[in-house]
C-alpha cells in the first residue's frame, strides 16, 4: 500500500508513545510504542476540524444541489480554499466512520464496526500524537462512537461533548467532566464553546474538532430557520419511483427495504412524509452552515484565517429517495461519498478542485502532517495535504468500502466494494442475491448493473481480486461478531427485538 510519499525529510522526534495506533482488532491489546517524527522544516501548523453527521456530498449552494438550497459558508470554502469533489468513507455509518477519522484505520482494522461497540483498548487517537508534539487540543460536541459514554476521551486537553445522539434543544452537556444543561439550539451552543476556546490566551499550537449533531434525524431546525424552504418545489431522483425499469438488474434487498425503516415508503417508522423529511433536513443545514462562518470569522478577528488549516466534511452521505432509499449503509454514491472542503490561504490555492479520491481515513496522516509530524506507519490512510498544496504525487487508483451487517438494522447486508475513478464493484456477503457493477462516469446515477455483461466478465473478476487482496494485506477476511444490544429497526410496526 502506498504511504505517504512525497513528503519533506524527516528526524526523530517523539518517543514512546503509549500503546499502539492500529493493530487489527484480534491483536489490539498492546503493542510496542510508536516513533513519530517531526519535521525539520515544517511549522506547527493551526488546524480545525469541523465533521457533521449525515450531511450528503452534493448538498451544498455552490454545486446547485438542490436549487434553493443556501450555504453562503460552505460556499466561501470553496472559494477560498478546495473543494475535495470525490471525497469518500470507508464505511457509511457514523461509529465507525468517525473512530475511521479519528485512527486512521479501515473500520475492520479499529473494530468499530457498528453504533454499539465501543472503541477496543489499545486504539490510539491522532490528537494523541499532537499532545506528545505540544499541541492544545479540545473535542467540542457529538462523540457517538459505539457507546452513550459522554465522558472525555484520550487526546483532548478540553471536553464538551453529551450521551449518545443528544438533543437539538436545551443539550445536557459533560464540559471537562462535569455535566451542564444548556438553554437555546445545539449548534449554536456548541459553535458558542468552540469559539470561547479558540479565543483562550494561549502559547502553544492549537487542534480543534468541532463535531455537530446536525444533520441527524430527526431533523429539526433552528426556529429562525424553520419553515424557510416551505412551499419550494423540489426535484425527486429519477430512480426514485416504484418501477420494474428502476428495479431491473438491481438485487432483491434494495427493492425490499423500499417498505422498511429505511425506504421511502415507511420513513423512519412513517414519522413524516418524504416533501416535510426533505425541506426539514435542508433547513437543519442552515445553521450547520452558519456555524462554518463563525469559526472563519472568529479565526479572521484572532488575525489566524490565513494560517490555520480549517477541514470541513461529513461522517457519512444521505440518500434522499434514490433507489427508493434514505439514510445511508449502503455503498450508493449518495451514501459513500462526503463534502469536503479544506481552506488554509497561506498553503491553498483559491478555488481548488481536487479530483483524486480521497477518504476520512486519510484525514488522521493529513492533520498529522500538516501539525509538521509523520504519520504512524500502521495507519492506512495517506496525507492529501500534498494534493491541497498543488503537488503532483503518486496517488491511489481505487478506494475501498466495507459495511457489517447489523442486527438492529437487518435490512441492509454486509458488503465489500472497490471505487475506482470509472467504475464499482459491490459485493454482498451471507445473502443469496446479486452482486452490482456500474460504470459511474458513463451511469452516475447507477441504474445499469453490468454484472452479468459478457463484456465486464474479466473487469469483474479483477476488481473482485483486488477487493479480497485489500482484505488479506489489511486483516480483514474475519467477519465481526457482536452482542444483540438494541432494538430492531425494520419492518413495518412498533419496533421490536
Avoid at 499502539?20 to 519535521?39: F, G, I, K, R
Avoid at 475535495?84 to 484505520?105: F, K
Avoid at 506528545?132 to 462512537?145: L, M, P, R, S
Avoid at 503537488?391 to 435490512?411: G, M, S, T
Amino acid at each position: 500500500m502506498e504511504r505517504n510519499e512525497g513528503k519533506a525529510s524527516r528526524r526523530e522526534f517523539l518517543g514512546a508513545l503509549g500503546a499502539a495506533a492500529a493493530l487489527p482488532l484480534a491483536e489490539a491489546e498492546h503493542t510496542d510504542a510508536e516513533h513519530v517524527e517531526s519535521s525539520e522544516s515544517a511549522k506547527p501548523r493551526n488546524i480545525v476540524l469541523i465533521v457533521s453527521d449525515d450531511h450528503r456530498f452534493d448538498f451544498m449552494g455552490f454545486l446547485g444541489k438542490p436549487g434553493f438550497l443556501e450555504t453562503p459558508n460552505m460556499d466561501r470554502l470553496a472559494c477560498d480554499g478546495a473543494h475535495l469533489e470525490n471525497a469518500t468513507v470507508t464505511t457509511a455509518l457514523c461509529s465507525p466512520s468517525r473512530a475511521s477519522i479519528l485512527t486512521g484505520l479501515y473500520s475492520h482494522r479499529h473494530g468499530v464496526v457498528d453504533n454499539n461497540t465501543a472503541v477496543p483498548e489499545g486504539v490510539v487517537f491522532f490528537p494523541q500524537y499532537l499532545q506528545q508534539a505540544g499541541y492544545e487540543t479540545a473535542f467540542i460536541g457529538k462523540w457517538h462512537i459505539g457507546d452513550d459514554n459522554d465522558d472525555p476521551r484520550p487526546g483532548f486537553d478540553h471536553w464538551v461533548s453529551f450521551r449518545g445522539q443528544g438533543e437539538y434543544h436545551d443539550p445536557l452537556l459533560n464540559v471537562d467532566g462535569d455535566r451542564v444543561k444548556r438553554k437555546g439550539y445545539v449548534t449554536d451552543i456548541l459553535t458558542d464553546h468552540a469559539l470561547e476556546w479558540l479565543k483562550k490566551d494561549r502559547n502553544k499550537p492549537f487542534f480543534l474538532y468541532l463535531s455537530h449533531k446536525a444533520v441527524h434525524a430527526m431533523f429539526e431546525p433552528a426556529e429562525r430557520h424553520l419553515g424557510r424552504y416551505d412551499g419550494v418545489p423540489l426535484s425527486y431522483p429519477a430512480t426514485m419511483a416504484d418501477s420494474e425499469e428502476n428495479y431491473r438488474g438491481k438485487p432483491d434487498w434494495v427493492r425490499e427495504q423500499r417498505d422498511s425503516w429505511h425506504g421511502v415508503d415507511f420513513m423512519y417508522h412513517d414519522a413524516l412524509d418524504f416533501d416535510s423529511f426533505y425541506r426539514r433536513y435542508c433547513e437543519t443545514l442552515l445553521a450547520l452552515d452558519e456555524s462554518i462562518g463563525r469559526v472563519l470569522d472568529g479565526l479572521g478577528e484572532l488575525g489566524l484565517d490565513c494560517s490555520t488549516l480549517v477541514i470541513y466534511m461529513g461522517d457519512n452521505g444521505f440518500s434522499f429517495g434514490e433507489h427508493g432509499l434514505i439514510d445511508k449503509r449502503h455503498m450508493y454514491e449518495e451514501s459513500m461519498r462526503v463534502p469536503m472542503l479544506a481552506c488554509c490561504p497561506e498553503i491553498i490555492a483559491p478555488g481548488a478542485k481536487i479530483k483524486a479520491m480521497v477518504q476520512n481515513i486519510d484525514v488522521a496522516p493529513t492533520i498529522l502532517d500538516a501539525a509538521g509530524l509523520r504519520p504512524p506507519e500502521r495507519m492506512d490512510g495517506r496525507s492529501f495535504l500534498p494534493l491541497l498544496m498543488g503537488r503532483k504525487i503518486r496517488w491511489r487508483d481505487a478506494v475501498f468500502y466495507e459495511y457489517y451487517w447489523e442486527r438492529n438494522f437487518p435490512q441492509t447486508p454486509t458488503v465489500y466494494g472497490i471505487r475506482t475513478e470509472r467504475h464499482k464493484y459491490i459485493r454482498y456477503h451471507g445473502v443469496w442475491d446479486v452482486d452490482e457493477l456500474y460504470d459511474i462516469k458513463e451511469d452516475p446515477e447507477e441504474r445499469r448493473n453490468l454484472i452479468d455483461s459478457p463484456k465486464h466478465k474479466k473487469l469483474v473478476e479483477k476488481l473482485n481480486r483486488r477487493v479480497f487482496d485489500w482484505l488479506e494485506r489489511t486483516d480483514g477476511m474475519n467477519i465481526p461478531l457482536r452482542r444483540d444490544k438494541g432494538v430492531r429497526q425494520d419492518k413495518r410496526g412498533k419496533p421490536s427485538w
